[in-house]
C-alpha cells in the first residue's frame, strides 16, 4: 500500500540535481555519451552471459500517490522524475538468478547502500540495486558498484533470500527515479539490450512494429574502472576547473568514503 512521506526527503536530490543540470552544458553530456557505453547496458550473470542492472525486490519507488514496492508497480502507474515530472511505466523488466554455487557471482550480488550513506536521508532505509545500477549524483550518473567502500555501501543480499529478484522500470525516456529517498536511473533501452530480461517476450508484445528508438542518456555517465573519464581530458583546463568534474568517479566515491568513515568513528 502506499504511504506519504515528508517532501523533504526527495527534495533535496532534486534541487541538487536540478542546480548542477544548468551547469553542465550539452557538449560534455554529448562527449560522455560519445565515450561511454550506455548505463543500461545489460551486465553480466556469470562470464558469456547476460544480466541486468535493477533495482532488488522490495524496494520503494517515489510515485505521486507516495512510496510504492517496485514489484507493485504496474503498467501506467506514475512514478516521480528528479527532473519535477511524473512519468507512466511504460514496462518493467523482470529478472531472476538462484544460488547456484557457494557464492553469489559478483556481478549478480546486490549492493547494499546503506540509510544516510550518500547524504543526510538519502537513502532513507537500506538500497538494493544490481552492481551495474547507475545513481545519480553530483549531475552525473555513477554506478553502484564503483561506490563500495565497505563500509556504508558493500555487497550484500538481505538476510533469508536463496533467490535474488529484480527489477527495472522503463519510462519514455531515461530519467532518474527517487527509490529509498536516492536518485537513481530508470532503464535506458538501447536496441535489443531488453533481451536480457525473464519477460523480453512481453516487451515485443508491447513494440509490435519493433523496438522503441535507442534512449539517450538525461545526464553524463561516470566509472571508476574504464575510460570514461576521458571525456575529462577533452574539456578546456578551465572548463573542468570550474565545473569541478575532473575525475568526477574517484572524487564522488572518495567523498562518500570519507562520509562513511566519519560515520562509524
Known amino acids: 500500500m502506499p504511504t506519504n512521506e515528508p517532501d523533504t526527503e526527495h527534495n533535496g536530490p532534486r534541487r541538487h540535481f536540478l542546480g548542477l543540470a544548468g551547469a553542465l552544458s550539452a557538449k560534455i553530456a554529448l562527449a560522455a555519451v560519445a565515450l561511454s557505453p550506455a548505463s543500461g547496458a545489460l551486465a553480466k550473470k556469470k562470464p558469456g552471459k547476460k544480466g541486468g542492472m535493477c533495482f532488488l525486490r522490495g524496494t520503494s519507488v517515489r510515485t505521486p ?63 538494493y540495486v544490481s552492481p551495474g545500477h547507475a545513481l545519480l549524483i553530483d549531475g552525473v550518473l555513477i554506478r553502484a558498484k564503483d561506490l563500495v567502500n565497505g563500509i556504508s555501501i558493500t555487497p ?28 537513481a536511473e530508470t532503464f535506458l533501452v538501447t536496441t535489443d539490450n531488453y533481451e536480457g530480461f525473464t519477460n523480453f517476450a512481453e516487451f515485443k508484445r508491447l513494440n509490435p512494429v519493433g523496438p522503441p528508438p535507442s534512449m539517450e542518456p538525461f545526464a553524463p555517465i561516470v566509472a571508476v574502472d574504464s575510460g570514461r573519464e576521458q571525456l575529462m581530458a577533452l574539456l578546456p583546463s578551465r572548463l573542468s576547473r570550474g565545473l569541478h568534474i575532473r575525475r568526477p568517479a574517484h572524487a564522488i566515491r572518495e567523498r562518500i568514503a570519507r562520509r562513511a568513515r566519519q560515520m562509524v568513528s
Not at 538481505?158 to 522500470?169: L, Q, S
Not at 530519467?175 to 536518485?183: F, R, S, T, Y
Request: with cysteine; hydrophobic share 40%.
Open 65 to 127: 500517490a507516495g512510496e510504492v514496492c517496485i514489484e507493485n508497480l504496474q503498467i501506467g502507474d506514475l512514478v516521480e522524475t528528479v527532473r519535477d515530472q511524473s512519468k507512466p511505466v511504460r514496462w518493467i523488466g523482470r529478472q531472476f538468478y538462484k544460488q547456484t554455487g557457494p557464492d553469489w557471482h559478483d556481478s549478480v550480488l546486490p549492493i547494499r547502500i546503506a540509510p544516510h550513506a550518500l547524504a543526510q536521508g538519502t537513502p532513507h532505509r537500506d538500497l
Open 156 to 183: 550484500a543480499l538481505p538476510a533469508g533470500r536463496e533467490m535474488i529478484e529484480y527489477f527495472h522500470i522503463v519510462l519514455d525516456s531515461h530519467e532518474a527515479i527517487l527509490a529509498e529517498g536516492a536518485a
